[in-house]
């Protein structure tokens, strides 16, 4: 049963740490490792005492036959104490080091250091209880007290190293409450690594230990057995335990494939969302156009006829213009209300922000615009064309509400609160009226009398901001000015 339960949570992870960093994934292969390692070298161990079978078959469900071969089988009990003791290091160790790595609660430099302290420890770990390094130092030291302190301030060390890693990562779960996916992809390493953890506890409790004493004969070792002992008072409820584990690591997976598909899918409800917002205004524009296209056609014939009569060549090319104006808009509207794939990239925020300033800027903008950066970096899952667009879209409107202002000014600041990155722009144009602020976002809502806005810029920057599991928040004054504020989850 334990052997199936390992194999279901190799088959696990490594179906699920296809998308994640290469160092996070490079400790959890050294967890498994350090998994299988163990089991390994502990079975073949064993198999020197014979009449632990009993212990073996309730935990492997080994057959007599089995059983006998691996007894009989002459195993190198040095090599196998190394493995062992290899093993259960690199379990313990990779668990730190997985944590530290994937929820990158560290400086880079302070990373380096805990790596480094992390491998210092387990070379520290596996040569004391080296079969032959633990004999030579024994012959140096003839002290039971050295030995004991050592072996306890070792034992200390991996359990305050599986509460620095638990630590670490219940810590993540609780302050990173912004992107629902890492959050609940944070929940399922936790409720996975506590039965994991508890069943390695439950076997190697007394791992690593000195297995190997040398005897009056020089040459001679005894090799000592693992103390199992209290086994049997637990061995009893322990298939039942396993047979929960089981169900338990079943449904994690199952979870973690709804989370998976979630992130994956994202992009598919956003389409759905803004395709569902479109399907009633297609016939529209689609009617639209072809009137659009008529009135064109009808101004450029009544053009032709009446080319002498000046005063009508006038208001028929003002026809055609705001005709072809009236086409180009729709045709914008179209392509932004059409079906929208996000790929979502760490990327510093700045980026995006500093390319839709330059982006406005390029077109000789009257207004004035002032961007104050926050000193302190913020990376987010950006797409880095769609927000650029959606907060030059933003730019864009206040720009438009200053056309009739010589002392049009825009404001752009960005900073931090409490893991937001926080993207306000402030302009002080007309404002809205507060009995439309509710609808701004809604498709094909505009306050703008003009045929060039058709109220479709604030609700592509909603949808795509909603996209990057974001909000944005509006407020305007009458005459005073209006600000939009947009929060995009740190990473």
């Not at 529209?284 to 014939?301: V, W």
């Amino acid at each position: 049963m334990l052997f199936v339960t390992l194999v279901l949570l190799i088959f696990t992870i490594l179906f699920t740490y296809k998308k994640l960093n290469h160092t996070s994934t490079r400790f959890m292969y050294g967890i498994i490792i350090g998994w299988v390692l163990s089991f390994v070298a502990f079975t073949l161990y064993l198999s020197k005492f014979n009449y632990y079978f009993n212990v073996i078959h309730t935990f492997f469900d080994f057959s007599p036959g089995t059983w006998n071969y691996l007894v009989l089988t002459k195993f190198n009990p040095d090599w196998l104490i190394r493995m062992l003791n290899i093993g259960v290091g690199l379990f313990y160790c990779s668990l730190l080091g997985f944590a530290i790595a994937f929820t990158r609660s560290l400086s880079p430099w302070n990373q380096r250091i805990g790596y480094g302290g992390i491998l210092l420890f387990f070379i520290i770990e596996t040569t004391y209880f080296d079969p032959s390094f633990h004999i030579a130092l024994s012959n140096q030291i003839d002290s039971l007290t050295f030995f004991r302190v050592m072996e306890m301030v070792i034992k200390s060390l991996r359990y305050l190293i599986l509460f620095v890693a638990f630590g670490l990562l219940i810590n993540y779960y609780l302050n990173y409450p912004k992107i629902k996916f890492i959050k609940n992809l944070t929940l399922y390493h936790v409720l996975l690594f506590i039965p994991l953890v508890v069943i390695h506890l439950f076997i190697f409790s007394w791992a690593p230990k000195v297995l190997v004493k040398e005897t009056y004969l020089k040459g001679y070792f005894n090799y000592l057995q693992p103390p199992l002992g209290y086994q049997s008072i637990l061995l009893p409820v322990f298939p039942f335990a396993i047979y929960l584990i089981l169900f338990l690591m079943i449904y994690l997976v199952y979870k973690f494939n709804s989370i998976e598909i979630y992130r994956k899918n994202r992009d598919i409800q956003i389409n759905k969302s803004i395709d569902t917002a479109t399907l009633g205004t297609r016939a529209f524009t689609h009617a639209l156009k072809n009137h659009l296209i008529g009135i064109q056609s009808e101004a450029a014939y009544l053009k032709e006829r009446h080319q002498a009569d000046n005063e009508s060549q006038y208001s028929l090319d003002l026809i055609l213009r705001s005709s072809q104006s009236a086409l180009a808009s729709i045709n914008d509207a179209a392509d932004k209300l059409k079906n929208i794939s996000l790929n979502l990239q760490p990327m510093s925020i700045d980026l995006p922000v500093q390319q839709a300033i330059d982006r406005l800027n390029e077109q000789a903008s009257r207004c004035q615009v002032d961007y104050s950066p926050d000193t302190l970096p913020a990376n987010c899952y950006i797409d880095f064309k769609h927000l650029t667009e959606a907060i030059y879209n933003l730019l864009l409107n206040a720009s438009e509400s200053l056309l009739f202002r010589d002392d049009g000014r825009i404001v752009v600041e960005r900073s931090q609160q409490n893991g937001w990155a926080l993207i306000r722009i402030t302009d002080n144009g007309p404002g809205v009226a507060e009995e439309h602020l509710e609808a701004i976002f809604d498709p094909f809502f505009t306050t703008k009398a003009s045929v060039n806005n058709w109220g479709i810029g604030l609700s592509y920057c909603h949808k795509i901001i909603i996209g990057h599991d974001g909000k944005i928040v509006v407020e305007s004054k009458k005459d005073v000015g209006t600000t939009f504020t947009v929060y995009l989850p740190i990473i």
